[in-house]
């Protein structure tokens, strides 16, 4: 199956700098990569995903970039902000020929802005 | 548009007794649900996938006689942990997939506790 490995575990930027969360992921099947903000106690929210026929995708103050080759894709996040602190996940899905699209997660990254 | 509805939000509950938790999309017909389990600051574990009217699919380690899942219908799935122990205290998640297959849309979580 799927595995899916994230890095760092935790990463603490001062406010208005740029927070880069890196995963790899096994499975050269797996074609779409989202990536979730979880608050304490709260469900993950989507921020931004990438499918496997793009390379990079920008949403505001938000990018991915996706290197098939390699099997690894990043978050950016530019101009951090104290809201942004959260654990970030990433994730990879793919249909190997079977009838369910299961999510295999990373283990989290906790990023800490300070103001 | 595509919520996803849990209750109860949290539960306790004495240890041996049985616990249901539902998952219901609000406006969307989810044709495949997911479980998760979350421990406090670890990722979300998928426990299983079912698909409406078939029988769940467990992951591997999951005791598919201590969580009973049913999706009797298009936006209703329910959980239900029987006997539990204080082990199993922690973070219900589910999530929806509806005509795009590969998008998934979380539940708020049940935060269960086992005393």
């Known amino acids: 199956g799927e595995n899916v490995e994230q890095h760092p575990s935790t990463l603490s930027v001062q406010e208005g700098d740029s927070a880069v969360i890196k995963c790899t992921y096994s499975?050269?099947?797996?074609?779409?990569f989202p990536w979730y903000k979880q608050e304490l106690g709260k469900r993950p929210q989507l921020i931004i995903d990438i499918r496997s026929n793009v390379g990079e995708k920008k949403d505001q103050r938000i990018a991915v970039t996706l290197n098939k080759t390699a099997k690894h894709f990043s978050l950016h996040i530019t101009e951090t902000q104290p809201e942004d602190s959260a654990v970030y996940f990433c994730a990879a899905i793919g249909n190997s020929g079977g009838s369910n699209y299961k999510l295999t997660f990373g283990k989290g990254t906790l990023l800490t802005v300070n103001p | 548009g595509a919520v996803v509805s849990q209750h109860p939000s949290w539960v306790i509950c004495k240890s041996g007794t049985s616990v249901k938790i539902e998952c219901r999309s609000l406006d969307f017909q989810a044709t495949t649900m997911f479980w998760y389990r979350q421990f406090p600051k670890q990722s979300l574990m998928l426990m299983a996938t079912s698909n409406e009217g078939s029988k769940a699919t467990y992951e591997q380690g999951v005791e598919k006689d201590k969580f009973l899942i049913n999706h009797a219908s298009l936006t209703l799935s329910t959980l239900t942990v029987t006997s539990a122990h204080p082990e199993d205290s922690s973070f219900y998640i589910c999530s929806a997939s509806g005509t795009r297959q590969d998008t998934q849309y979380f539940g708020p979580g049940t935060r269960l506790t086992v005393l």
């Open positions: 499975d050269s099947a797996s074609n779409y």
